[in-house]
């Protein structure tokens, strides 16, 4: 009997997290329970062989000293060692595209050539895209290390630093560069009204109170057109949307991020460019394919979404390929609903609201301003979460 293929295209936290738990709780069920003899193997596909724990780049950026890069850029491989090689294949390529009759991803590897790679089942985890390694990785986990070593040198000799993007990610940052570099001047472009939109207006009005706090300057229904270097200096030119100019030493790109699904069929998606994917059980409309993470359409963004999501994904796949006398009973997901997100400023404050409570600022450096929850990035790539079923 032909082996069953199970491909999770997307090497991040949706991805990683996906794999583990199906190498481990699905697959040994649906093999001890399945009479014919049917085997299966897990292909996760991976544009990079890092894993990248973007929640700690917000301090890496600024303190490297704190948080280095190799603590953030964690090779994959290594984390997937113990699963057997005719349960197991991780691919090193970017998906270009899908054919969905053939049931094939295309991929092309970071050498060039391109190979085909077929699916009986499909988990789509390819999560986000950024404009700036910063935040995700692009083809090389080489580029962002690059980036960040580009970024200590520049801060060490900067004046100026113009953030722009008023989400976490920027609000994060603009933070950290002005604790460990209090001489700097550090702007940030909120890109909106206020910072944080995602949350209610007094959050984002104390994020502002708390960055003013430590001299950086908020300015809001400004967002940045182009920019360029500055011929012959060391500088950066930005253009804004009031047709403006800024000069400064360093700028940094927060903007938010768009869906990774350019290389899926175009009938699969929204019109934010997602995957339509059933809330409960993370089933997309296409019988085998499943999605999970930012690229699907149930996602906010957050890692709750993902997280959370893990366990009803696989219960869907373990049902979908179960026999009918052997079917489990599906495990919805339930999508947290109140506010939840809690952003440092700096390293001794921060804002933030946990299920629907506004927290002080002393919890916010003890929940995550302390580390960035860098101590969980080692068990992120290991699937630590999902040891147990």
């Known amino acids: 009997m032909a082996v069953h293929d199970i491909v999770v295209v997307g090497g991040s936290f949706a991805g990683l997290s996906t794999a583990h738990y199906l190498l481990r709780h699905t697959i040994p069920k649906l093999e001890s329970s399945n009479n014919s003899g049917q085997t299966y193997k ?54 270009t595209g899908l054919d969905a009759s053939e049931k094939t991803v295309s991929v092309r590897s970071a050498d060039g050539p391109s190979s085909s790679v077929p699916y009986a089942t499909l988990v789509i985890a390819t999560g986000s895209r950024t404009s700036s390694p910063l935040w995700t990785l692009q083809d090389r986990s080489e580029q962002t290390d690059a980036e960040l070593k580009k970024i200590h040198a520049a801060l ?62 908020t300015k809001h229904d400004l967002r940045v057109v182009s920019q360029h270097p500055e011929e012959g200096e060391e500088k950066t030119v930005v253009n804004l949307s009031d047709g403006n100019t800024m000069t400064v030493d360093v700028y940094i790109d927060a903007t938010g991020p768009t869906p990774n699904s350019s290389w899926l069929p175009k009938n699969w998606l929204t019109e934010k460019g997602q995957v339509q994917t059933d809330l409960a059980t993370l089933r997309t409309p296409t019988p085998g394919v499943y999605a999970i993470g930012d690229v699907a359409s149930y996602s906010k963004g957050v890692l709750f979404d993902v997280n959370d999501a893990v366990r009803p994904l696989c219960s869907s796949i373990l049902q979908d390929l179960s026999p009918e006398s052997k079917k489990p009973k599906q495990i919805p997901y339930k999508q947290l609903q109140k506010e939840m997100q809690v952003v440092p400023i700096g390293q001794k404050a921060g804002v933030g609201v946990v299920m629907g409570w506004k927290v002080p600022s002393w919890f916010v450096w003890m929940v995550k301003g302390r580390t960035y929850f860098i101590e969980k990035a080692m068990g992120t790539l290991q699937g630590a979460d999902f040891v147990k079923a």
């Open 156 to 217: 060490q000799k900067a004046s100026t630093v113009l953030v722009a993007g008023g989400g976490p990610a920027g609000v994060e940052t603009a933070g950290e560069i002005a604790f460990a570099y209090p001489k700097i001047e550090t702007t940030i472009l909120s890109g909106s009204t206020r910072l944080l939109t995602r949350l209610r207006t007094a959050i984002g009005v104390a994020a502002e109170s708390q960055l003013s706090k430590l001299n950086v300057t």
């Open 42 to 95: 897990l292909t996760l596909i991976s544009t990079t062989d890092h894993f990248f724990f973007k929640v700690g780049s917000p301090r890496t950026v600024a303190s490297p000293n704190l948080i280095p890069a190799e603590k953030v850029l964690l090779p994959i491989a290594d984390a997937f060692k113990s699963y057997p090689a005719d349960h197991f294949k991780l691919v090193i390529g970017t998906a």
